[in-house]
């Protein structure tokens, strides 16, 4: 048997726990571990996948046979594995990450995605209670609002994760059994579905759990379409955030003009902590701010390898973090979002004159 042997970084993706796109994502290194993998040998021969069809043929319709002819046409890609080894935010400072996420073009195209869907958009608002654009930016960075969803067959990903990542293997195996069922009752086309090399889907980048546990019917047509129908997606977006308790009307982050001692920032995606007695002890002046009795959290980010702006955030800006788990793409997401609404507003006005 011929061995291929890799270097894989075990990284924590806040994909691999939501189901957003990769190519957003706030990559934290950890460990360099050596993987011995046979790329040689038949899947029919792989113990782990023989494991991961006896499940699947016990929770549906295909039989073990079935399944084995189906996995014998799954191609397992070594580039996915190569692309887990890299940390694209490792050595990129804030500015630098904003930049890719928040361009002329992408608020120019989110204006006119709010614009053409704007009746949708207030639909979802309406009903559950997020911002018609903060969902607009969170399409515009999973995306582009549609335009780049994946180029890899969501099968193929999933396998290959399912058995060969060196930390997450139990996740993926979970995944690839969801979207098997998920093919069956949303009718997906089992090897035709493509996504992120993660095994994300559609204009959100939903992973198969994710899609089964809160994608919705927003157009009434009796299917939760979210792989190429921009209402169902809209509304699947609004019903995550609406379920990982969005506040409606509530602020989202503040900038602060002043530094702030290290011991109470928290750089990680953790639920607010601070009161307004640790928030006073920082220096902030709450009653400037307006800031009621809650719960904060006071973020960095690295403008220059030397420099750091400081950011006050609120329940909300949590919430962002479940969608993905990063106080970077959370904050992207935001700053899109704002500029977003600034400019069609703008075209609003041009508009009328």
Known sequence: MKFKLLKISGISLS??????????????????????VDYSAPLSLNKDLQAIITTIAKESVWSTKELNQIFSKVEIKTRILKIFQRTPEGHMTWEKYRKIFITNDKI??????????????????????????IITAILGVETRYGENMGSYRVIDALTTLALYHPRRTVFFKKELISYFKLVKKQKLPLFDTYGSYAGAMGLGQFMPSSYAMYAVDFDNDGISNIISNKKDSIGSIANYFKRHKWTTGKKIAIKLDKKIDKKYIVNRARRPKLDLKKLIEAGIDVQKLNLKDGKYAIHSYDITPKKDEYWLSFPNFYVITRYNHSIRYAMAVFQLSEEILTKWTQMKINKQH
């Open 15 to 36: 994909l691999l726990l939501c189901g957003a796109n990769l190519q957003a994502k706030d990559v934290a290194t950890a460990t360099t571990k050596e993987v011995k």
């Open 108 to 133: 120019e195209k989110g204006a006119i995605f709010y614009q053409k869907n704007y009746k949708t958009l207030k639909k979802a608002e309406k009903k559950y209670g997020v911002p018609a654009h």
